[in-house]
């Protein structure tokens, strides 16, 4: 978070904005921009995070702190969660090691927002218990990275009820440019998880359609230029293409410094096979991009951009000529 510029004077929120209290727990490289955004437009936010370093960033943009989560959110309106998992997230809500869970320490009506990006199934029981807990639920996991949650341009995908949906929005409207209700409960992380599986997917088919023209001669800009504007086209070419020089703003031209690292696709590759083994759909590239990106992240992609993946199948097509030779 070391990039995100401190945060500007407090403009009054938006007629009509919920302006109670936030707080906002996960402050890392997303958490911390989205609730710098949020002080900007004028929200009350209370931060907390168990690294320190990350509560030491948000105090130098603004952010007021919390000695602990509980402290947090006992004031607060609303509490917004960006956790790494699911079981982060189920463990606060419910409370360790005899501690109370956060939503034994919010006040009743306290409205959890979740921004994780979890199992489907995890995302409904999360909801059910705050629900159970005299609480109201949504589910809304973001698209857009880093660079999204620092220009305040990040997709939110929500799961929730239509009045819940309507008392979030103008708050996600803060840290994002669009704002989508796709259902129920755990609809944001379907969602979430689908879009996924196909952004991988067309990823490693890119990569490899590149690495195929090399091999044929072609030039990266000359198979640009047909692809983008061809049936080939694609978000994962056309605004994060995984070769330098057609996209100057994509991570291939600045050594694939993440973007979306390679573990974070890992991550969500892992979370769509789950949901696809649970509900038995005969899927073949999901799991198979699952495996690809696994591999990627484990052999030293985990901190480069997914796009990366690029250099892994260049060099294993070297490795496979060498072999054949």
Avoid at 18 to 43: C, D, R, S
Avoid at 135 to 163: C, I, W
Avoid at 257 to 271: C, E, N, R
Wanted: charged letters at 15%; one cysteine or more.
């Amino acid at each position: 978070m070391s990039d995100v510029s401190p945060a500007e004077p407090a403009e009054p929120a938006q007629p009509g904005v919920q302006t109670g209290p936030i707080a906002f727990l996960g402050l890392g490289h997303m958490g911390g921009p989205m609730a710098v955004n949020l002080i900007k437009a004028g929200y009350t936010v209370t931060g907390f995070d168990v690294v320190p370093a990350a509560l030491d960033a948000a105090r130098a943009h603004g952010i007021s702190t919390a000695d602990t989560a509980a402290e947090a959110v006992a004031d607060a309106a609303v509490v917004l969660t960006m956790l790494p998992s699911g079981k982060h997230l189920l463990d606060a809500y419910r409370g360790t090691g005899g501690a109370p869970g956060l939503l034994a320490a919010a006040s009743p009506g306290t409205m959890f927002l979740d921004c994780s990006t979890i199992n489907v199934d995890e995302a409904r029981e999360a909801s059910a218990l705050a629900v159970e807990a005299g609480h109201r639920a949504v589910d809304a996991p973001v698209s857009g990275g880093v660079v999204g949650a620092e220009a305040g341009t990040l997709t939110f995908m929500v799961g929730a009820l239509d009045e819940d949906f309507e008392a979030v929005k103008p708050m996600l409207e803060v840290m994002g440019k669009r704002v989508v209700h796709c259902g129920a409960h755990g609809a944001g992380q379907a969602a979430k998880i689908c879009n996924n599986m196909i952004l991988g997917v067309s990823m490693i088919a890119v990569s490899e359609a590149f690495v195929l023209g090399e091999k044929l001669g072609l030039t990266h800009q000359a198979l640009f230029d047909v692809a983008s504007a061809a049936s080939g086209q694609c978000w994962a070419l056309t605004t994060n293409c995984p070769v330098p020089g057609p996209v100057p703003t994509s991570p291939a031209n600045r050594d694939y410094q993440p973007g979306f690292a390679g573990a974070l696709m890992a991550k969500d590759l892992k979370l769509a096979l789950n949901a696809l083994e649970s509900t038995g759909v005969a899927a073949r590239l999901g799991p198979l991009a699952s495996e690809i990106y696994d591999t990627f992240a484990a052999e030293g992609g985990a901190g480069r951009d997914f796009s990366g993946i690029i250099t892994d199948i260049r060099d294993k097509s070297e490795q496979q000529s060498r072999g054949q030779a």
